[in-house]
């Protein structure tokens, strides 16, 4: 019996590059089945809400869910949405596996860090549980805490103290713990010292943001929300209206959210050969995107990774 996936594709560039997500998976042979959903501004313009009930539903039900970027009027609704998807479905950690490829115009060729931070605030226990779970599942051998001096800011005292006590529990990696700014200068001078980084409110998502921009930038990073029972997998760059429909955009970020969700589902081999083909195709320099140095468009992109599966 196939997995049923939940599928919203997005606004602006998102139907164009999730699409290429969707034909790679589905010529890897991965069998799944798809719900389709609408979130955001397609979504207000046909129901009336940027989060209908209908999607929530079909989130809910499959508990697997591959998402574009959303466009929204202002940071506030944007702001709303989010909160309502980590209370409903108990988002308690958002991940970014950043991984370099070589022949981009990226700063470094060999990046491979994982920076996981909060969803508004929850358990702290839970998140900072997560990160060493995945550690250790990954083989990764440190998680680093990132935090700020201010004790008083945002539960950073629970924070390290949590993370100390959780430590205590995974003997076999190495654990640290780092000042915020010190943390960036040491991600710009000698990022390969890190493997996992984990931060909870501002610190969080500036080591998020900052990870990326290691590597070219929000359009080679993918993203997922890690809940009790649901999962979404999303591109974490924005929806690039003035690109809608030119067969420009780089599908690189929702191609690796794909990845991600292979290798959640267990499909690890799956997950490999797609990974192997989209290196293959970006090292190739060979039918990418302007952003990667080409001159080719989404479909042409999607394609050469296609023909090296």
């Given at each position: 019996?196939s997995?049923?996936?939940?599928?919203i594709?997005?606004?602006?560039v998102?139907?164009?590059?999730?699409n290429?997500?969707?034909?790679i998976?589905?010529?890897?042979?991965?069998?799944f089945?798809?719900?389709?959903a609408e979130?955001?501004q397609?979504?207000?313009?046909?129901?009336?809400?940027?989060?209908?009930d209908?999607?929530?539903a079909?989130?809910?039900k499959?508990?697997?869910?591959?998402?574009?970027?959303?466009t929204?009027?202002?940071?506030?609704?944007?702001?709303e949405?989010?909160?309502?998807l980590n209370?409903?479905?108990?988002?308690?950690?958002?991940l970014?596996a950043?991984?370099?490829?070589?022949?981009?115009?990226?700063?470094?060729?060999d990046?491979d860090?994982i920076?996981?931070?909060?969803c508004?605030?929850?358990s702290?226990e839970?998140l900072?549980?997560?990160?060493?779970?995945?550690a250790?599942?990954e083989?990764?051998?440190?998680?680093t805490?990132?935090?700020?001096?201010?004790?008083?800011?945002?539960?950073q005292?629970?924070f390290?103290d949590?993370?100390?006590?959780?430590a205590?529990?995974?003997?076999?990696?190495e654990s640290?713990?780092?000042?915020?700014s010190?943390?960036?200068m040491?991600?710009?001078l000698?990022?390969?010292?890190?493997d996992?980084?984990v931060?909870?409110?501002q610190?969080g998502?500036?080591?998020?943001d900052?990870?990326?921009?290691?590597v070219g930038?929000?359009?080679?990073?993918?993203?997922?929300?890690?809940?009790?029972?649901?999962?979404?997998?999303?591109a974490?760059?924005?929806?690039?209206?003035s690109?809608?429909?030119?067969?420009l955009?780089n599908?690189?970020?929702?191609?690796?959210a794909?990845?991600?969700m292979l290798e959640?589902?267990?499909?690890g081999e799956?997950?490999?050969?797609?990974?192997?083909?989209?290196?293959?195709?970006?090292?190739?320099?060979?039918?990418?995107?302007r952003?990667l140095?080409?001159?080719?468009g989404?479909s042409?992109?999607?394609?050469a990774?296609?023909?090296?599966?």
């Amino acid at each position: 019996m196939s997995q049923t996936i939940t599928v919203i594709k997005g606004d602006g560039v998102g139907p164009d590059i999730v699409n290429s997500a969707l034909q790679i998976l589905d010529k890897a042979g991965c069998d799944f089945s798809y719900d389709f959903a609408e979130a955001g501004q397609c979504s207000l313009q046909s129901q009336g809400a940027f989060l209908p009930d209908e999607t929530m539903a079909l989130i809910a039900k499959n508990k697997v869910t591959l998402k574009g970027p959303l466009t929204f009027p202002d940071k506030q609704t944007q702001h709303e949405v989010n909160v309502l998807l980590n209370r409903r479905f108990e988002f308690y950690a958002k991940l970014r596996a950043v991984m370099s490829f070589k022949s981009t115009k990226a700063r470094y060729d060999d990046i491979d860090i994982i920076a996981i931070r909060d969803c508004e605030m929850k358990s702290i226990e839970q998140l900072v549980t997560f990160a060493y779970e995945l550690a250790r599942q990954e083989g990764r051998k440190t998680v680093t805490a990132v935090h700020t001096n201010d004790m008083e800011k945002l539960n950073q005292s629970e924070f390290i103290d949590i993370t100390k006590q959780v430590a205590n529990l995974y003997p076999d990696i190495e654990s640290n713990e780092i000042q915020i700014s010190h943390c960036c200068m040491q991600l710009v001078l000698n990022p390969n010292q890190f493997d996992v980084l984990v931060g909870v409110g501002q610190e969080g998502e500036i080591i998020s943001d900052l990870c990326s921009g290691l590597v070219g930038g929000l359009g080679m990073v993918p993203g997922a929300s890690v809940g009790k029972d649901n999962v979404i997998f999303e591109a974490v760059h924005g929806s690039a209206p003035s690109l809608a429909g030119k067969n420009l955009a780089n599908p690189t970020s929702v191609i690796l959210a794909s990845i991600q969700m292979l290798e959640y589902l267990n499909m690890g081999e799956k997950a490999r050969q797609i990974r192997k083909a989209l290196q293959e195709t970006i090292e190739s320099g060979e039918n990418t995107t302007r952003d990667l140095g080409g001159q080719q468009g989404t479909s042409d992109f999607t394609e050469a990774v296609i023909k090296r599966l």
